[in-house]
């Protein structure tokens, strides 16, 4: 009850200095903070955070706010995560750097311990060079142009309608990229994969996990596109005026194309299977490999 009730008095205290919002919840406290920044055309945008969640979303207006969650065992502890903030003409900076080693004895006078964060709501104009990375914690980008980058050690990802050259990369965490344009590399290094949208390029690599591409009507393949699990079925959607050259293995599954071939695996020994073939007149090359599951190209 007294730990409590300190927690209140510390939220109270807060607000009424007009700092921030503060929120306690259960074991942790949450600290609300918004910060704006007026900028021009050709925006570079960075934002990172040792260990939180990221979203990136898009406005009409020539600024970025910046909506600041530090979760924290105590008041005190939340405030003390640091935020900085640095704007170079149309270059801004957004980080929540790792904290010191927090004092476990001072945590279990509060009852219980959860790891601090610092999570990120981030709306900037729609068209921008974006670099966003966080240590633990999902990515989420919406409605975005240009040369994205998204990061996380370990999250899932989730973007809707982004176009340009995007990146996405996560050490661990499912990925999901609807109505795509333009060109995508993405990585994960466990995690099912599912991606839509009018693609030029497309770099896919799951270490472990099912893969999914449906490229829309008007995709065309202006480089080599390559789709590969670890351990995961692959099934790829195309148009159907989309030619190509296909390569595809499986380390152990049947692998059909739409209309066209099939192979599948040898009973007799552990071959992996594999199957070439050409759609339309051929063109760049779509290789796709699996270490174990079946490969589905449609139409």
Do not use: Y
Not at 138 to 153: H, K, Q, S, Y
């Amino acid at each position: 009850m007294a730990t409590a009730l300190k927690r209140i008095l510390i939220a109270v205290a807060a607000v009424a200095a007009g700092a921030c919002s503060i929120d306690v919840r259960g074991d942790e406290v949450v600290v609300r903070e918004e910060r704006r920044f007026t900028v021009g055309s050709d925006l570079e945008l960075a934002v990172s955070t040792f260990d939180g969640s990221l979203e990136i979303l898009a406005w009409d207006r020539p600024e970025v706010l910046v909506e600041i969650e530090r979760r924290g065992a105590s008041g005190a502890d939340a405030q003390a995560l640091d935020v900085r903030t640095e704007q170079q003409g149309n270059r801004l900076v957004v980080d929540a750097p790792r904290p010191p080693r927090i004092d476990r004895d001072s945590v279990i006078q509060l009852g219980g311990f959860r790891s601090p964060s610092v999570n990120f709501r981030v709306t900037a104009p729609a068209r921008l060079t974006l670099d966003a990375r966080t240590g633990d914690g999902a990515v989420a980008a919406r409605d975005l142009g240009g040369r994205i980058t998204l990061r996380t050690a370990d999250g899932a990802v989730n973007t809707d309608r982004l176009s340009g050259a995007v990146l996405v990369d996560s050490g661990d965490g499912a990925v999901i990229v609807r109505d795509a344009r333009g060109t995508l590399d993405l990585h994960t290094g466990d995690g099912a994969v599912n991606v839509s949208g009018r693609l030029e390029a497309l770099r896919i690599v799951t270490g472990d996990g099912a893969v999914r591409v449906d490229a829309e009507d008007g995709s065309t393949m202006t480089s080599e596109w390559t789709v590969e699990s670890g351990d995961g079925a692959i099934t790829v959607r195309l148009p159907a005026a989309l030619e190509a050259e296909i390569d595809a293995h499986s380390g152990d599954g049947r692998i059909r194309v739409e209309g066209l071939a099939t192979a599948t695996p040898s009973r007799d020994d552990d071959r992996p299977t594999q199957l070439r073939t050409t759609l339309g007149k051929g063109g760049q090359l779509l290789r796709l490999r699996t270490g174990d599951g079946p490969i589905t190209i449609d139409r």
